[in-house]
């Protein structure tokens, strides 16, 4: 069974930033797609960023230019660096992991899931 620890979250001001980071643990493989998502009250979950397990990496629209993802496959470890936040950015922030090499924009297409770290950005 794999388990996903999200850290990092916090309350910051717009236009600052902040660096959320996703231990794994249990059996993993570098080969496995990773991703952030994120769920705001009264909207639906939403991906965020998500990286294959060949390293190409895939941005939502609302976050390209400002949000970057990357993995360190020896710590076990996914991060998303977030840059110029916004109140919109406002949310519950998700770290997921799916069993295969090229990933899904399906929040269903993924296996594990973790507890999530709140982003709290004033205006």
């Known amino acids: 069974q794999v388990q996903l620890v999200e850290s990092g979250g916090g309350s910051v001001q717009a236009g600052g930033s902040l660096r959320l980071s996703c231990v794994a643990s249990?059996?993993?493989?570098?080969?496995?797609?990773m991703g952030w998502f994120r769920h705001a009250p009264g909207k639906e979950r939403e991906g965020v960023a998500r990286?294959?397990?060949?390293?190409?990496?895939i941005y939502a629209d609302s976050v390209k230019g400002r949000f970057t993802i990357s993995r360190d496959n020896a710590k076990n470890s996914l991060y998303l660096q977030m840059k110029q936040l916004k109140f919109e950015d406002t949310a519950m922030y998700y770290c997921?992991?799916?069993?295969?090499?090229?990933?899904?924009?399906?929040?269903?297409?993924?296996?594990?899931w973790g507890q999530g770290t709140q982003v709290t950005v004033s205006s």
């Open positions: 990286i294959a397990g060949n390293g190409a990496a």
């Open positions: 997921a992991a799916r069993r295969e090499t090229f990933c899904s924009r399906d929040t269903g297409a993924y296996n594990y």
């Open positions: 249990g059996y993993t493989s570098s080969s496995y797609c």
